[in-house]
T-cell receptor, first 112, second 111 residues
Framework: NAGVTQTPKFQVLKTGQSMTLQCAQD?????MSWYRQDPGMGLRLIHY???????DQGEVPNGYNVSRSTTEDFPLRLLSAAPSQTSVYFC???????????FGSGTRLTVV | GESVGLHLPTLSVQEGDNSIINCAYS??????FIWYKQESGKGPQFIID?????DKRQGQRVTVLLNKTVKHLSLQIAATQPGDSAVYFC??????????FGKGTRLHILP
């Protein structure tokens, strides 16, 4: 099993550009989430999903969209990149949420 | 609101000593709490969890204590080793809902 796979690992965007961060898991986990991690800010929840077809907003959803058309995939879309979105993005999945998440290795995004 | 905070951003501990990392939470409705370890350049890794109906839970070299009266959580690491050097996060969640993370404590091991 590959676990949680995030692509790309690194990305540089210009302000105003859009892009999609990919996240896939092969563990048949129902729960998936996206977090961003800024220095000194810990992990902040962007969007989360409790199953295919169901998504909800987290703490910092503005500027991001998600969809969950399959159990395996949970892409994160940046609509119009801004320097404030420079961060490390982590995708995570779980079979039972109270047992904790399995995290991907992250995508380091820089917006110039 | 739903927030999880930490008492100390950095903790330095002598190798072989015990480490205690603290966490304060604000949501009295949280059903469970989880500690994660994050090494440099990697995603967080699950360490141990505790349900809100428990006061203490032990794992291998780690113990988590929960004090619901003062909304306080702690992670104790016994006989701290160089490999324990990392950032530690506490997180809280409500069943079938989201998990909210705290800001993290960096554990630095002194030789």
């Amino acid at each position: 099993n590959a676990g949680v796979t995030q692509t790309p690992k690194f990305q540089v965007l210009k302000t105003g550009q859009s892009m999609t961060l990919q996240c896939a898991q092969d563990m048949n986990h129902e729960y998936m989430s996206w977090y961003r991690q800024d220095p000194g800010m810990g992990l902040r929840l962007i969007h989360y999903s409790v199953g295919a077809g169901i998504t909800d907003q987290g703490e910092v959803p503005n500027g991001y969209n998600v969809s969950r058309s399959t159990t395996e995939d949970f892409p994160l879309r940046l609509l119009s990149a801004a320097p404030s979105q420079t961060s490390v993005y982590f995708c995570a999945s779980s079979r039972v949420l109270s047992y904790g998440y399995t995290f991907g290795s992250g995508t380091r995004l820089t917006v110039v | 609101g739903e927030s999880v905070g930490l008492h100390l951003p950095t903790l330095s501990v002598q190798e072989g000593d015990n480490s205690i990392i603290n966490c304060a939470y604000s949501n009295s409705a949280s059903d469970y709490f989880i500690w994660y370890k994050q090494e440099s350049g990697k995603g967080p890794q699950f360490i141990i969890d505790i349900r809100s109906n428990m006061d203490k839970r032990q794992g291998q070299r780690v113990t988590v204590l929960l004090n619901k009266t003062v909304k306080h959580l702690s992670l104790q690491i016994a006989a701290t080793q160089p490999g324990d050097s990392a950032v530690y996060f506490c997180a809280e969640g409500i069943l079938d809902d989201k998990i909210i993370f705290g800001k993290g404590t960096r554990l630095h091991i002194l030789p």
